[in-house]
């Protein structure tokens, strides 16, 4: 007698070293919202920050981007990610760490949160981009987008029940030692990671090549592809206006909105739904709209409730804002399940760090110079000015994706982990009669990656 099928999304909750990467995902990401909370609020409430400082913070928080983006994927592409991803969650454990014994010793300064900030965003660098080139080690290409998607609906669950919580500890305890939390979880991810057994092999050296030569291939490979570029391109300008968004926003709740840290969390809290909403729904518009479609509909669609974010005001007006942060975030989502999915499978393993790493350089590598800008308006013309620069810039992130060629395009090629198509011209997929994006969901979530706040990656 036949067995009957299992459906898809079990089968692949089913796989023990996949479950075992999605568990430790779930405890970092929600240790990462209590600190989205805490961290800001240790600069404002604590050490009396000016928007400056906190737009510094945030910088220092994704310099690292910037700094080491690059030669970290070719440096990753010669080496067993598993192992880089359980140091980079140790370093992050103890750097997040230092911050409650310092602040319970009465020593806690701007320039150690800076530090700190430093020291975990180069850590962070080396697991993102390990982590998007370690996925398919774990799983067939076939069920990347099914993997993508359920490791982004853990994300914006924490996104969810982390900062809810993140304020509740904050009120209660303080928010030096509500950060003690993070390096629980940054512990627990190590943990369950040291448990998976994948069968990685160690790259084969390529004889006489230099980082230099391997880093240039990486970005000629992103470059030369013309929806990749177009990609990278809506995607920095994203980022360069949520981090001004980032480095503002906790300054313009505390000290013009006059929000406690209880209901910051719960703003953080229901704003995040739209991202779990996102998830959710990613694969159902990927099979409706299409792959390429939804790339750039999601961002034409959302885009424009970013102007909400300067409108909203005390009392009822926060409303605005959390309405504001749920749409861009659903959009943010969405499209992150189309060109995460896409990017790995469109791209051969053997460049995979590198094209993570050359997209992560092109996209964060925004984020440093948007939360520095943030600052200096805001600490000029106020947190709320700094917000009208930040939805006016939204509303120029679809202009890259609607100039190229995905306009004409309904399903992405390679999107379902078929062959790839060379950089220079990729087979047009205008109006075929299925998602690409699609193909292992079920209907299920379908997308993939962090993304602090509305920003993508």
């Not at 406690?260 to 704003?271: D, E, F, R, W, Y």
């Not at 959302?302 to 009822?316: E, M, N, R």
């Not at 590598?365 to 600490?379: E, N, R, Y």
Request: aromatic share 6%; glycine share 12%.
């Amino acid at each position: 007698m036949n067995e009957m099928p299992r459906p898809r999304q079990a089968r692949l909750l089913g796989h023990r070293d996949f479950r075992l990467l999605l568990t430790g995902a779930a405890a970092a990401q929600t240790g990462s919202q209590v600190t989205l909370v805490a961290l800001p609020l240790v600069a404002v409430l604590v050490l009396d920050a000016t928007p400056f400082e906190v737009g510094l913070l945030t910088a220092a928080e994704t310099a690292a981007f910037l700094l080491v983006g690059l030669p970290a994927g070719a440096w990753l592409d010669r080496m067993r990610k598993l192992p880089v991803l359980i140091r980079a969650d140790v370093v992050r454990c103890l750097a997040v760490g230092s911050i409650p014994p310092a602040a319970a010793l009465g020593v806690l300064t701007m320039p150690q949160l800076y530090l700190v900030a430093l020291v975990t965003g180069v850590a962070t660098v080396f697991f993102d981009v390990a982590h998007q080139s370690f996925l398919p080690a774990v799983l067939p290409r076939e069920q990347l987008v099914g993997g993508n998607g359920a490791l982004e609906t853990v994300r914006s669950s924490a996104q969810i029940a982390g900062p809810g919580f993140g304020g509740g500890l904050v009120q209660l305890l303080g928010a030096p030692l509500a950060i003690v939390a993070d390096a629980c979880g940054y512990l627990a991810s190590a943990l369950l990671l040291a448990r998976i057994r994948v069968e990685e092999p160690l790259p084969e050296p390529a004889p006489g090549r230099s980082l230099r030569a391997e880093v240039g291939e990486g970005v000629r490979f992103v470059l030369g592809h013309p929806l990749l570029r177009a990609i990278a391109t809506a995607t920095a300008v994203s980022n360069l206006f949520a981090a001004v968004l980032m480095a503002v926003q906790t300054v313009f709740w505390v000290r013009v909105l006059a929000l406690a840290p209880g209901a910051i969390g719960v703003l953080l809290s229901t704003s995040a739904v739209g991202g779990l909403a996102g998830a959710l729904c990613a694969g159902r518009l990927a099979r409706w709209v299409g792959q390429a479609r939804l790339i750039w509909l999601s961002t034409v669609v959302t885009a424009p409730f970013a102007v909400l974010w300067p409108l909203s005001g005390g009392g009822a007006g926060v409303v605005l804002f959390g309405l504001a942060s749920g749409v861009v975030l659903f959009g943010a989502v969405a499209y992150n399940v189309a060109q995460v999915s896409f990017r790995q499978s469109v791209c051969p393993p053997e460049l995979l760090g590198r094209m993570n790493a050359t997209m992560r350089f092109l996209v964060w590598g925004t984020l440093p110079i948007g939360a520095l800008g943030g600052g200096i308006v805001a600490d000029a013309a106020g947190p709320r000015a700094a917000l009208w620069l930040c939805a006016i810039g939204f509303l120029l992130v679809p202009v890259p994706l609607l100039l190229s060629p995905l306009r004409r395009m309904r399903d992405l090629p390679g999107g379902g982990g078929g062959g790839a198509p060379g950089p220079g011209g990729p087979a047009a997929a205008e109006d075929t009669d299925r998602g690409a994006a699609a193909e292992d969901t079920d209907g299920k979530a379908a997308t993939q990656e962090p993304a602090a706040s509305p920003s993508t990656t």
